[in-house]
């Protein structure tokens, strides 16, 4: 089975520049997260959706930072304008959740490699 | 809110030693828990989980973790570990009590295993 698909694996571009990560999640999963890795701060989450709705986003550190999930297989992160301080790792679970009350996994991309010039 | 707290940032070891990573949580009524291994330049992947019954529980890799209510603790062990188990470990607890959510988990910031020849 396929897992959660992350693209692009690396990312290089100048601040200033937009940048769109995508996230594809396991088939039937109805969480989604996207974290944030950096060796200053560790895993961070930044949002996650339950059935393609937002439930919590106060780990989106600005305005710059926004993520949509249109439908129940495709996820985007955005950060407009980027600036050198979003350089990090940015990873996408999914989990299913309904019904199990917390007790599945959450199944992580091989993550995003960013860095802002 | 559930908190994890890990209470080892690094843990070097020689091949074929055993290792104990710890993991404390808060308190709460009932907790689903989790261990996830991270190699380097790759996503997280399960270890094992705990959602109830034995309080041992073994999970791949060889690795073994027990959970202890009284203590909220939910050490990771390994007999013998091999070169090959250098990696970041992540505790993590099922936030039931958080807003009602049923996805989110809640993740220590890691400890880097070293298996040093």
């Known amino acids: 089975d396929a897992g959660v698909i992350q693209s692009p694996r690396h990312e290089v571009t100048e601040m200033g520049q937009e940048v769109t990560l995508r996230c594809k999640p396991i088939s039937g999963h109805d969480y989604l997260f996207w974290y944030r890795q950096t060796m200053m701060r560790g895993l961070e989450l930044l949002i996650y959706f339950n059935n393609n709705v937002p439930i919590d986003d106060s780990g989106m550190p600005e305005d710059r930072f926004s993520a949509k999930m249109p439908n129940a297989s495709f996820s985007t992160l955005k950060i407009q304008p980027s600036e050198p301080r979003d350089s990090a790792v940015y990873f996408c679970a999914s989990s299913w959740g309904q019904g199990h009350r917390g007790n599945q996994p959450q199944h992580f991309g091989d993550g995003t490699r960013l860095s802002i010039l | 809110a559930q908190s994890v707290t890990q209470l080892d940032s690094q843990v070097p070891v020689f091949e074929e030693a055993p290792v104990e990573l710890r993991c404390n949580y808060s308190?709460?009524?009932?907790?689903?828990l989790f261990w996830y291994v991270q190699y380097p330049n790759q996503g997280l992947q399960l270890l094992l989980k705990?959602?109830?019954?034995?309080?041992l529980v073994k999970g791949i890799n060889g690795f073994e973790a027990e959970f202890n209510k009284s203590q909220t603790s939910f050490h990771l062990r390994k007999p013998s570990v091999h070169i090959s188990d250098t990696a970041e470990y992540f505790c993590a607890v099922s936030d039931l009590d958080y807003g009602g959510s049923q996805g989110n988990l809640i993740f220590g910031k890691g400890t880097k295993l070293s298996v040093k020849p």
């Open positions: 308190s709460s009524v009932s907790v689903y």
């Open positions: 705990y959602l109830s019954g034995s309080t």
